[in-house]
């Protein structure tokens, strides 16, 4: 175990990978606010609300990886869980929206499709940044 947590510690990414999770971060800090600006949404409407704790939840951990990408330890393997959070949390969101087509208003549908599509681009983005 030593070992292999030497050989993290001392990872340093190449140019590419720099920028890959420069523009990584910035998606996370917009996708951050969107989940912020719904789980406040939610606490003020009733249809929808039911879900509020998915959306804490997904802006809580993606506080982590912004952590992980912060100074001059980049390491990927740090990431990985994450991957396996936001994997279930796009599974979940494409419920969430096949439940909405039937339940929730126009508006509160059009709302939840977003969250589903940026869950999911979370995901493979995150995916992509930690292979």
Wanted: charged share 15%.
């Amino acid at each position: 175990m030593d070992n292999i947590r030497d050989k993290l510690e001392r990872y340093e990414p190449d140019e590419e990978t720099k920028i890959l999770c420069t523009k990584y971060i910035y998606f996370l800090l917009f996708y951050n606010s969107y989940i912020f600006i719904l789980f406040i949404y939610t606490f003020f409407t009733t249809p929808i609300s039911s879900y509020g704790w998915l959306f804490f939840m997904n802006l809580y951990f993606c506080i982590f990886p912004v952590f992980a990408f912060m100074g001059n330890s980049y390491i990927p393997s740090l990431l990985r869980f994450y991957n396996w959070m936001l994997f279930v949390s796009s599974i979940i969101s494409i419920f969430i929206v096949l439940e909405a087509i039937f339940t929730f208003k126009k508006i509160d549908l059009y709302i939840m499709i977003c969250y589903a599509t940026l869950t999911c681009c979370n995901t493979f983005l995150c995916w992509h940044v930690t292979q």
